[in-house]
């Protein structure tokens, strides 16, 4: 099974809002969750099971998925949201597969 | 707070066997699932396998043939074996806690770099 398609790069200004992209074929994409990595440090779930997030994690990141692909949106953004991105899916419920990874820039 | 520590040899010669250990403090590692996932220096995440705190073991298609995943209740602790190394399974090996399909807590990983 292939990784998820994301986008390598995103940006936005303070403020504004950022939507990162995780695609897979039609059977790749289940229970998604999304991770934001700083350098240096360990992944940092913020979004399970598509558009769940874990106590603690801002609302301004929001998850979504349509058909084959789902959706990491951060409003407001932060300087403190500038980081690399992965998306996960366990459609089949056997395996994980990651998304390629998006790193994000607050201009 | 549940706290894992991942230990373990920092250098394997290539053709040899990869051998890390997960120790859990804070929470038991029984009724739980926990993973492997590795990540190469300015690369991905990549899930290596799973385990159930039972013994029943998922591991990755691609890497099936190598892993053996193991979990010692009675010291609250997982382990990896990843036999036939080569340079390209240089990377952080990161010990992981499931919850939920999705991965809440982590290890601080540890590197580990195959070379002779």
């Known amino acids: 099974q292939s990784a998820l398609t994301q986008p390598p790069s995103a940006s936005g200004s303070p403020g504004q809002s950022v939507t990162i992209s995780c695609t897979g074929t039609?059977?790749?994409?289940?229970?998604v969750s999304w991770y934001q990595q700083h350098p240096g440090k360990a992944p940092k779930l913020m979004i399970y099971?598509?558009?769940k997030r874990p106590s603690g994690v801002p609302d301004r990141f929001s998850g979504s998925q349509s058909g084959n692909t789902a959706s990491l949106t951060v409003s407001g953004l932060q300087a403190e949201d500038e980081a690399d991105y992965y998306c996960?899916?366990?459609?089949?419920?056997?395996?994980?597969?990651f998304g390629t990874g998006t790193m994000v820039t607050v201009l | 707070q549940v706290q894992l520590q991942e230990s373990g040899p920092g250098l394997v010669k290539p053709s040899e066997t990869l051998s890390l250990t997960c120790s859990v403090s804070?929470?038991?590692?029984?009724?739980?699932?926990w993973s492997w996932i590795r990540q190469p220096p300015g690369k991905g995440l990549e899930w290596i396998g799973e385990?159930?705190?039972?013994?029943?073991?998922k591991y990755s298609p691609s890497l099936k043939s190598r892993v053996t995943i193991s979990v010692d209740t009675s010291n609250n602790q997982m382990s990896l074996r990843l036999s036939s190394v080569t340079p390209a399974d240089t990377a952080l090996y990161y010990c992981?806690?499931?919850?939920?399909?999705?991965?809440?807590?982590w290890g601080q990983g540890t590197l580990v770099t195959v070379s002779s």
């Open positions: 992981v806690r499931h919850r939920e399909r999705s991965f809440p807590d």
């Open positions: 804070g929470d038991s590692i029984t009724g739980y699932y």
């Open positions: 385990i159930f705190s039972s013994g029943s073991t």
């Open positions: 039609s059977s790749d994409v289940g229970g």
């Open positions: 099971e598509v558009n």
């Open positions: 996960s899916s366990n459609a089949d419920y056997n395996n994980y597969v």
